[in-house]
């Protein structure tokens, strides 16, 4: 079974700095994908950003972006220019090629200060 | 405006009571998801379904049925068998596997 690790519970940044948030993952699967989804206090889940495992480039979107490390089965967000907005649960999540399911981490809140 | 929605927003079931939460969207996609989030967790998967008249257990299902009569509509339906109802449902849909899940606002379930 394929399990995500989150091991930051929280974290915080100042507005306009920059931020990494961690994501590790255990699988034996070759053919996946990864995502980062944002919950605000709406609770609604938005995708932020997704990575094929095939591709050997980092996924980028705006002031997203990640550091797939495949070998070491990595794959953390960076936020860049952080606004009060980016405030919110971060999830990143796996979806293994041959399946539907989502395996979601436990999450990180992050808190942008001003 | 192409989306999901679920209603509604808020669910108050009482002991021994059938509750159904509705999922519709209207993004033309094949598949559609129920995930269930509680304090501090991530989401688990409690039921998909790929086609109409077709759906699968996730990891959770117990306590739980759905139906897939119209590619637009999922509904879940908590049963009475649902010991520890009170949680954060979600919705998803995709245009198929491998696809990016895309969700809806949720339902709050509280039991009185």
């Known amino acids: 079974a394929q399990t995500v690790t989150q091991s930051q519970p929280e974290m915080s940044v100042q507005e306009a700095e920059t931020v990494t948030l961690s994501c590790t993952y255990d699988?034996?699967?070759?053919?996946?994908?990864l995502f980062w989804y944002k919950q605000p206090p709406s609770r609604q889940m938005i995708l932020v950003i997704r990575?094929?495992?095939?591709?050997?480039q980092n996924a980028t979107e705006n002031r997203f972006s990640v550091n797939f490390q495949k070998a070491a089965k990595s794959f953390s967000l960076k936020i860049s220019d952080s606004q009060l907005g980016d405030a919110a649960m971060y999830f990143c999540?796996?979806?293994?090629?041959?399946?539907?399911?989502?395996?979601f981490g436990k999450g990180t809140l992050l808190t942008v200060n001003p | 405006d192409g989306g999901i929605t679920q209603s509604p927003k808020y669910l108050f079931r009482k002991e021994g009571q059938n509750v159904t939460l509705s999922c519709e969207q209207n993004?033309?996609?094949?598949?559609m998801y129920w995930y269930r989030q509680d304090p501090g967790q991530g989401l688990r998967l409690i039921y998909y379904?790929?086609?109409?008249?077709?759906?699968q257990k996730g990891d959770i299902a117990e306590g739980y049925s759905v139906s897939r009569e119209k590619k637009e509509s999922f509904p879940l339906t908590v049963t009475s068998a649902q010991k520890n109802p009170t949680a954060f449902y979600l919705c998803?849909?995709?245009?198929?596997?491998?696809?990016?899940?895309?969700f809806g606002p949720g339902t709050r379930l509280l039991v009185l």
């Open positions: 379904s790929q086609i109409v008249n077709d759906f």
């Open positions: 993004l033309n996609h094949d598949a």
């Open positions: 699988t034996s699967e070759s053919d996946y994908y």
């Open positions: 998803a849909s995709s245009t198929y596997a491998q696809e990016t899940q895309y």
């Open positions: 990575q094929e495992a095939y591709k050997q």
């Open positions: 999540a796996f979806l293994r090629g041959s399946n539907y399911k989502l395996t």
